[in-house]
């Protein structure tokens, strides 16, 4: 089994940082990418940056200069450094991870269980 365990949601204010962390544990032999996805109240989920096991890195364009995604790969852990936050940036933080596990030859996708981020006076 595969774990995704996120952190470091909260309250903030406009203007203000948060930092996000996801740690992926359990039968992992090695992760592709991973990356951060949002969703707000009735709309969809949406990429908000991912960056594969080589350091290349992509960003959803509302995000990228605001955003920075960085990962550590020996860790299995990949952060999110928000800064510059605005109120429409208020969602649920999911992280993703495409990997391959112990026993197969196949990759597949995980979800984490989301991390709450409200932007707020």
């Known amino acids: 089994q595969v774990q995704l365990v996120e952190s470091g949601g909260g309250l903030v204010q406009p203007g203000g940082s948060l930092r996000l962390s996801c740690s992926a544990s359990g039968s992992i032999v090695s992760i592709r990418a991973m990356g951060w996805y949002r969703q707000a109240p009735g709309k969809q989920r949406e990429l908000v940056a991912a960056i594969r096991s080589d350091g290349r890195t992509v960003y959803a364009d509302s995000m990228e200069g605001r955003f920075t995604i960085s990962r550590d790969n020996a860790q299995n852990t990949v952060y999110l450094q928000m800064n510059s936050l605005k109120p429409e940036d208020t969602a649920v933080y999911y992280c993703?991870?495409?990997?391959?596990?112990?026993?197969?030859?196949?990759?597949?996708?995980?979800w984490g269980q989301g991390t709450q981020v409200t932007v707020s006076s």
């Open positions: 993703d991870a495409n990997f391959q596990e112990r026993g197969s030859l196949d990759e597949r996708s995980q």
